[in-house]
């Protein structure tokens, strides 16, 4: 049984090449149809990303852990169905999260699989079907009125923190 590093390697290489492996005595045939471990992928796909904000790498390690308390981390990434996907999501959604999160966790787990896809170590991603497109909560929306930004800007310590309020009220300036 090859280790994890092995196993991901040999489940990006050529068929032609896995035969020539296979016949010379270097690795079993049955290996050419080995793909890593769940965990082992995820976690190393998201420790290979130097390119993240912290945050970014916050919430990309939460979405492993959402993965792992449901799934186990030892389940190969080629074992992992378009129903296993569904039930992540059921599971996010029966726990009491918001529609807006689950479709935020489902998309970062489906980011994970896009990449083993690009590896041609899984041929198509699970998460292909589940809703992962950004939905505003329209029970978080509220207008605040002129009154009450007012009095806001009325609060505020000094000059500075009254313009850098106003601008972001009304100057569309995100802050």
Not at 50 to 63: A, L, Y
Not at 123 to 135: G, K, M, S, W
């Amino acid at each position: 049984e090859p280790n994890q590093d092995d196993a991901t390697w040999l489940s990006r290489l050529d068929n032609t090449f896995l035969d020539l492996l296979a016949r010379v005595g270097l690795i079993d045939p049955r290996e050419k149809l080995t793909s890593p471990a769940l965990e082992h992928w995820v976690r190393t796909y998201v420790e290979g990303r130097g390119d993240i904000k912290p945050n970014t790498r916050r919430n990309m390690e939460q979405t492993i852990t959402h993965l792992l308390s449901h799934f186990d981390g030892e389940m190969r990434l080629a074992d992992f169905t378009p129903g296993h996907a569904d039930d992540f999501r059921r599971l996010l959604l029966e726990r009491g999260q918001a529609e807006a999160t689950v479709r935020r966790t489902c998309k970062r787990a489906k980011q994970y699989f896009a990449a083993a896809v690009k590896k041609r170590i899984i041929d198509e991603n699970p998460f292909n079907d589940v809703p992962t497109a950004d939905r505003a909560n329209k029970a978080r929306q509220q207008f605040i009125s002129r009154g009450d930004i007012t009095k806001v800007i009325d609060a505020c310590p000094d000059w500075e923190w009254r313009l850098i309020f106003a601008m972001a009220r009304y100057g569309g300036l995100r802050i």
